[in-house]
């Protein structure tokens, strides 16, 4: 995949995009990264890329003519994505970023100031993305966020470890406890079940802890995810039990 963002601080991507799992994605050849600088595209003599808003009122917004120009000149195809990460998009979500992960190339429009002009939407935007409900100074780590969340779903990036980690979140459920040594740690044990060596005990006990756990912290989740007969019998016990 390649990956292009189109940013006013290229700067800010250079720790995230060089750490374990991008490195690997990038080593292996799945990743082609790269943060341009929007102030690279201004042609006036201060290199201005922001405004103020026609109508009046404060703050300063991203010039049109800059941006269009960034966009088009990283963009070549056509039917290339162009996503801008604005608190207006739609919701990143698991879904969303498996969708993106099946996609060759991706552009990524970071905003910062109040907003961008908004015939930059009309021309040049193909999609508006949130990373959730609230306003950043920035579209930077929104940016770096869903890259995160798209690039380590794209085959080949995460070990074996990692496909069977992808399977259980793509059941929409969250994860149950997990433990590691030492088996005593400030007076609590270990659950016996994960030292037993029953695998179908140790996987039940597991898929039980998650289901327990969404339902009582991400009861909506429960409407989506996959469940089984045996899946649906614990949670009407939970249910059951709900009173003391
Ligand atoms: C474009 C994304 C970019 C428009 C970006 C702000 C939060 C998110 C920005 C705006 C961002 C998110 C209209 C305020 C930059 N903040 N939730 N800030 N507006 O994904």
């Known amino acids: 995949m390649k990956v292009d963002v189109l940013t006013l601080f290229p700067d800010m991507f250079s720790a995230v995009m060089s750490e374990s799992m991008m490195w690997k994605a990038r080593d292996r050849g799945l990743l082609d990264f790269r943060a341009r600088d929007i102030r690279d595209f201004a042609q006036d003599k201060h290199r201005q890329v922001d405004d103020s808003p026609y109508g009046g009122g404060g703050g300063m917004i991203l010039k049109p003519d800059v941006l269009v120009r960034a966009i088009e000149s990283v963009k070549g195809d056509a039917d290339t994505p162009v996503i801008l990460l604005s608190p207006q998009g739609r919701k990143l979500t698991h879904a969303v970023a498996a969708e993106l992960s099946r996609l060759p190339r991706l552009i990524l429009v970071c905003g910062r100031y109040e907003g961008v002009d908004e015939r930059v939407r009309d ?36 070990g074996a470890e990692g496909a069977q980690h992808r399977d259980s979140h793509a059941d929409g459920l969250l994860e149950g406890p997990h433990y590691t040594r030492p088996p005593e740690f400030r007076g609590m044990g270990v659950p016996d079940v994960l030292t037993s060596g029953h695998h179908a005990d140790v996987e039940r006990w597991r898929r039980q802890g998650a289901l327990k756990r969404t339902w009582q912290r991400r009861p909506d989740l429960l409407a989506s995810a996959e469940l089984s007969d045996e899946d649906r019998a614990y949670l009407a016990g939970l249910e059951a039990g709900k009173a003391d």
Not at 124 to 153: H, K, P, Q, W
């Open 123 to 158: 021309l040049a935007i193909s999609d508006e993305i949130s990373i959730g409900d609230y306003v950043l100074t920035g579209g930077e780590l929104a940016a770096m966020v869903l890259i995160d969340a798209v690039v380590r779903l794209i085959p080949g990036v995460l």
